[in-house]
């Protein structure tokens, strides 16, 4: 256990307390158990590269935990400091023991206004009933309760992760013995968006996270890997990350960008700066946008370059070529190629009524080298 009793009744966490102090009131057996108040030891520190942490004679106490992994004890530890650092008016608790439901939970968290939150690391297997029972027993009690999963189990398909998937919509599995600590946040993606996100052959489009063939019995999933701080929890024990919430945003637009009847260039544009600089966004692909909405014919009229000898193109349509002209030399003199031009296209959603204009704007590109001459 992290947490004991000293000498004046005050609570003791191990990794927070001078270890000097710690073998003194150990030696001097001031070191009390939070639940049945029995003796326990300093275990661990200094040379031997463990935690400290305390310890019952073996058997003394219904409630131990003695025999959890080192993994299970520095990762509780490594989640009351990150839950600390979000919540600095919260009173974040190691090894709380709630009476109701009847159970210790590896982090509490007390806000002011009397919300509670209980943070479990899960490193050994665990039945579904027992996830299940205790999931609901905290529930009950209004706590709010986040399941963190130890990274040995990360590849395991096991029904509570299944289950903690469904009900959460997301899983963070942890790794707490490095430094800093790693994670990995999965979380359930539609196909539709898998399909989208494959398409986009560009890393400023891929960005961070990796495509999961499953999660869970979800179907399609998408991975976020790195640090620990760069995840934060909200006060409904939702897990939060900029990547993750950039395409979820870009997941909802595209959704609706797939049902809609004609192109919008404000969906267009909301879709694209969620990856895309803004400067092309609204130099570039708005721009255009607003021009084939005007007259999305205008290339096949023009027979794609080749022109039509029996029909000449009329006093508009060679305004509009001619201004086709303009905008691309001008576009050449700020540093965008037709090659680049072409990547650009590529990036553009291929949904609904967009992909057309993403087929015009490529096929413009293509005929930008007979077109500026």
């Not at 919300?115 to 905290?138: D, G, N, S």
């Not at 898998?194 to 891929?206: D, G, K």
């Amino acid at each position: 256990m992290l947490v004991a009793y000293g000498p004046e009744g005050q609570t003791v966490v191990a990794s927070e307390t001078p270890l000097e102090q710690l073998q003194e009131w150990s030696r001097d057996r001031l070191l009390q158990c939070p639940n049945c108040r029995g003796v326990v030891h300093l275990r661990g520190g200094g040379a031997k590269r463990m935690q400290p942490h305390f310890a019952h004679q073996r058997g003394e106490c219904a409630w131990s935990t003695e025999g959890e992994s080192v993994q299970h004890m520095r990762g509780k530890a490594v989640l009351a400091r990150w839950l600390k650092g979000q919540f600095p008016e919260a009173q974040v608790t190691l090894e709380e023991r709630l009476p109701e439901p009847n159970r210790i939970a590896d982090v509490f968290l007390r806000h002011a206004d009397g919300l509670c939150q209980a943070v479990e690391y899960q490193c050994a297997p665990l039945e579904i009933e027992e996830w299940q029972m205790r999931h609901e027993a905290y529930r009950k009690e209004g706590i709010i309760d986040t399941w963190i999963i130890g990274s040995n189990r990360r590849e395991k398909q096991e029904a509570f992760i299944d289950a903690v998937i469904q009900m959460a919509h997301e899983a963070l599995f942890l790794d707490s013995q490095v430094t800093p600590p790693r994670t990995w946040l999965r979380w359930p993606i539609t196909r539709q968006v898998a399909q989208e996100w494959q398409s986009q052959v560009t890393p400023q489009a891929r960005r961070m996270p990796t495509l999961e063939g499953w999660v869970g019995r979800q179907g399609y999933g998408a991975t976020l890997i790195g640090p620990l701080h760069e995840i934060r929890i909200d006060r409904e024990g939702r897990l939060l990350h900029p990547v993750r919430t950039r395409m979820e945003e870009r997941g909802r637009l595209l959704q609706r960008m797939s049902q809609a009847q004609a192109p919008e260039p404000g969906l267009m544009a909301a879709y694209l700066r969620t990856y895309m600089d803004e400067a092309i966004v609204h130099g570039i692909i708005v721009p255009l946008l607003k021009s084939y909405l005007l007259d999305p014919e205008l290339l096949q009229r023009y027979n794609y370059g080749r022109g039509l000898p029996q029909r000449p193109l009329s006093t508009e349509d060679r305004a509009r070529v001619e201004k086709a002209k303009v905008w691309l030399r001008n576009l050449g003199q700020k540093g965008y190629t037709g090659a680049r031009l072409q990547e650009i296209a590529r990036e553009l959603p291929f949904v609904g009524p967009y992909a057309a204009f993403a087929s015009y704007m490529e096929l413009l590109v293509t005929l930008g080298g007979g077109l500026s001459q």
